[in-house]
């Protein structure tokens, strides 16, 4: 059996490339070293490296939340109109047609 290693799209992989160099730039605007952060974060220094490259095998919530201890805006300016955009997502859930909505049960054809 052959391991493939998993590839990501460009988009991905700038994305995840600009956010790491984001953290990065704030963690030492805010003079924080990478064990600073790492610690408040929860993580270990390694991962936190990682994250500062981009690395697309970290998990998103540590990149994420690293962000966010850092000081970088995470899809909007400030964090309180991030809930005002959940809610316009979810009312826009709520309108798609229910079978879109719920998965659907699967056929059981065992005879």
């Known amino acids: 059996m052959t391991i493939r290693a998993r ?3 460009t988009l991905t992989t700038e994305a995840l ?3 790491g160099k984001q953290v990065r730039l704030a963690r030492k605007q805010r003079r ?3 064990a600073d952060l790492a610690a408040r974060v929860g993580i270990a220094r390694s991962t936190l490296q990682l994250i500062e490259k981009g690395d697309a095998k970290v998990e998103i919530g540590l990149a994420f939340e690293a962000a966010i201890i850092a000081g ?6 400030e964090a309180s109109s991030l809930a005002a955009q959940k809610e316009r997502v979810d009312d826009k859930l709520a309108l ?7 998965p659907r049960k699967e056929v059981n054809d065992d005879f």
């Open 7 to 9: 590839t990501y799209s």
């Open 17 to 19: 490339t600009l956010l």
């Open 32 to 34: 924080m070293s990478e």
């Open 72 to 77: 970088v805006s995470l899809f909007v300016p």
């Open 96 to 102: 798609l047609p229910r079978s879109v909505r719920r």
